[in-house]
T-cell receptor, first 118, second 112 residues
Framework: DGGITQSPKYLFRKEGQNVTLSCEQN?????MYWYRQDPGQGLRLIYY???????QKGDIAEGYSVSREKKESFPLTVTSAQKNPTAFYLC?????????????????FGAGSRLTVL | AQSVTQLDSHVSVSEGTPVLLRCNYS??????LFWYVQHPNKGLQLLLK??????LVKGINGFEAEFKKSETSFHLTKPSAHMSDAAEYFC??????????FGAGTTVTVRA
């Protein structure tokens, strides 16, 4: 079945450590996204990538980094510079918005990774 | 700027009764609007989308939403709630091809 796989599902980190969250998709989607979810705040965009070897900052990119070396993979690194990293992180993907998508950027989401900083 | 406001943070209904989740949007042009559902500790799943075709949009699991431009609303309804509908629901508006604005979410509980 096609979908998005995020790992690990749960992760604990000590303050000052970097951690990398994995996101892999087999949907042949060109665009991939990382969102952060906090209780009562909806989802906020961290980074997105429209194509391999290219990515753009979202609304809350500070303290995060990404890479897009392969179409299928879009890992997110939460660095020690992120002041409040405890959150639920969601990866998503989509086809390039256009006629095929009905001009709507419909996202397919992974199951999420919950990061807790101790 | 495009944004959405979900008017209820929590809705509680009895099984078999109607569900209404309210969403108002703000947009300078005809927007693309979506409803997503999230079950505990899971990713989000698309329920339905509006992209300036029919104003009454039917989605999965018996949900539907009506786009009302005069009221800038996109409320989500279901005639009869099921226990499996207990989840968090997000109203979403498209800002551009790649950016979406999510509402804060409405948590639905269903009483037996």
């Amino acid at each position: 079945d096609g979908g998005i796989t995020q790992s690990p599902k749960y992760l604990f980190r000590k303050e000052g450590q970097n951690v990398t969250l994995s996101c892999e998709q087999n949907l042949n989607h060109d665009a991939m996204y990382w969102y952060r979810q906090d209780p009562g705040q909806g989802l906020r965009l961290i980074y997105y990538s429209q194509i391999v070897n290219d990515f753009q900052k979202g609304d809350i990119a500070e303290g995060y980094s990404v890479s897009r070396e392969k179409k299928e993979s879009f890992p997110l690194t939460v660095t020690s510079a992120q002041k409040n990293p405890t959150a639920f992180y969601l990866c998503a993907s989509s086809i390039i918005p256009g006629q095929a998508s009905g001009w709507a950027n419909v996202l397919t989401f992974g199951a999420g990774s919950r990061l807790t900083v101790l | 700027a495009q944004s959405v406001t979900q008017l209820d943070s929590h809705v509680s209904v009895s099984e078999g009764t109607p569900v209404l989740l309210r969403c108002n949007y703000s947009s300078s042009y005809s927007p693309s609007l979506f409803w997503y559902v999230q079950h505990p500790n899971k990713g989000l799943q698309l329920l339905l989308k509006y992209t300036s075709a029919a104003t009454l949009v039917k989605g999965i699991n018996g949900f539907e939403a009506e786009f009302k431009k005069s009221e800038t609303s996109f409320h989500l309804t279901k005639p009869s709630a099921h226990m499996s509908d207990a989840a968090e629901y997000f109203c979403v508006v498209s800002i551009n091809d790649y950016k979406l604005s999510f509402g804060a979410g409405t948590t639905v509980t269903v009483r037996a």
